[in-house]
């Protein structure tokens, strides 16, 4: 296939921003594995893409997509070769900070296999450990574990040791060396024990320090969780569609916002949006576990967010009493209890606390973070306490006890019909047959539905409006 046959491939369906057009990546991967010369004309488009130009739509994040359906059909000169054009992008994305765009890219490159270590290692000694793809690049040494290369393995597990004994010598910091510990760990590589020791006395850092020991329990097989899977290792729809609603979804929601609608309650969801990007794209938050990194986004807007509205304070105001509003009695009212949000919503704060202190110059956050620090036992006992429970919590629990799914709206409305012939009738029981009321003459219930504002919150509690969200089939927009 040359270049006059690839006219016939859909090239307009990659140029598009409504949705994912997955049955055009399938076929470019299928033409992929098939033509070599298709993937420079794909990486042009990336190139279009990240750089704004007309034509590109959103290529930079579907492209990436392409590549890691094909990765199982490809040779491995194919892999060698596409990995290392990722690996360059992941680079070029980090100057730009464009954090969701490093994963999408880490990810595709990640399924190539160990193939792409060697480029993997040549862009970490050219890379700064400034540049944002620092930790994204250290991220593909795990893919060590999955080669029996031992030449292989010796240059990755040199590049980690290299890496620490610098760190250990005071020579680089603490962070720039956690994902070169880990990979160690995967790798057990016992013999760098004291290594991993001396560098976790030698700490300053708290956040540091628990990272690395995280790293020496799975070298000694102590580790009390399971590690979540890197994002290569999961289905390309697990990790494309969510990255790329945060991209452009939420762009065309803040579009959709009219000059009227722009309150209190908008400004404030901006506001922690604002803050939330900063955060994520912050050290800290890229030192943190993956499983927090991956809820910290959400938790972390809900958090300012309910802060702005509910007791008008911004995260610079924050003391011991404001973090016992949030933590001990708001937040567990709207979290739910079966997604793990609670269990993980103390150490994402205390992570966000010593980021307003050390990087955002708000003194005695520190403190704060260490106050709050055994505080997840409360959090869980608040959170599972139906007592606690706000409305809308209520609803979805039970929604979700019943088996519900609170994304179809027909479903959800039939249950919220439900709930009120119950509560008709649980109030007509209250009163004795027959008798009468002396103070005021009975007022009745009508039964009705609520019709939901398009632009309000959606009752399901996700923060998006309602006609992005559960009402969005009542329009021909595209699911999300």
């Given at each position: 296939m040359g270049r006059e046959s690839h006219a016939?491939?859909?090239?307009?369906?990659?140029?598009?921003?409504d949705n994912i057009p997955w049955s055009a990546l399938h076929?470019?991967?299928?033409?992929?594995?098939?033509?070599?010369?298709?993937?420079t004309r794909l990486f042009e488009l990336y190139d279009r893409a990240y750089e704004n130009l007309p034509g590109g739509g959103a290529a930079d994040l579907l492209v990436p997509g392409v590549f890691a359906l094909a990765a199982q059909d490809l040779d491995e000169p194919m892999r060698q070769e596409i990995g290392s054009l990722l690996i360059e992008r992941i680079a070029q994305a980090g100057q730009d900070d464009d954090f969701s765009l490093m994963e999408v890219l880490t990810a595709a490159a990640g399924t190539m296999g160990p193939a792409i270590l060697p480029a993997a290692l040549d862009a970490i000694r050219r890379e700064p450990n400034t540049n944002e793809a620092w930790p994204f690049l250290w991220d593909l040494t795990l893919l060590a574990a999955k080669t029996d290369d031992q030449e292989l393995r010796g240059r990755v597990i040199r590049a980690c040791v290299e890496q620490l004994e610098c760190i250990e010598k005071g020579q680089a910091d603490s962070a720039d060396g956690i994902q070169a510990a880990w990979t160690l760990a995967t790798l057990k590589c016992t013999e760098y024990t004291d290594l991993i020791q001396q560098i976790i006395a030698k700490s300053k850092d708290p956040r540091d320090m628990g990272d690395y020991d995280d790293a020496l329990q799975l070298l000694q097989d102590r580790l009390d969780f399971v590690p979540a899977p890197q994002l290569w290792e999961e289905p390309v729809e697990e990790w494309l569609i969510p990255r790329y609603e945060d991209v452009y979804k939420w762009a065309d929601e803040e579009d959709d916002y009219e000059e009227d609608e722009f309150d209190e309650d908008n400004r404030a969801k901006?506001?922690?949006r604002l803050m939330v990007a900063e955060f994520c794209k912050s050290a800290v938050a890229k030192a943190m576990p993956r499983e927090l990194r991956n809820k910290a986004p959400f938790l972390v807007q809900e958090l300012i967010y309910n802060s702005l509205v509910q007791l008008g304070l911004s995260p610079h105001q924050w003391d011991e009493s404001a973090m016992r509003e949030l933590l001990l009695d708001i937040m567990p009212r709207k979290l739910l209890t079966n997604f793990g949000d609670l269990e993980v919503l103390v150490p994402i704060t205390e992570a966000l606390l010593y980021w307003l202190h050390f990087e955002g110059g708000m003194t005695g956050k520190d403190a704060l973070a260490r106050t709050i620090h055994d505080w997840t036992d409360q959090v869980v006992a608040a959170g599972t306490d139906r007592k606690n429970w706000g409305p809308n919590k209520q609803f979805m629990m039970e929604a979700l006890e019943t088996g519900l799914d609170p994304m179809d709206p027909q479903r959800v409305q039939a249950f919220q019909d439900e709930l009120l012939r119950e509560t008709d009738k649980a109030l007509a029981?209250?009163?004795p047959q027959g008798k009468k009321q002396q103070d005021e003459p009975p007022i009745p219930i009508v039964e009705h539905r609520t019709k939901?504002?398009?632009?309000?919150?959606?009752p399901c509690g996700s923060g998006r409006k309602y006609k992005k969200c559960c009402g969005r089939s009542e329009t021909s927009a595209s699911a999300d």
């Open positions: 016939s491939l859909p090239w307009d369906q990659l140029s598009r921003r076929t470019f991967a299928n033409a992929v594995v098939a033509d070599r010369e298709l993937t901006a506001d922690a029981d209250l009163t939901i504002a398009r632009n309000a919150p959606c």
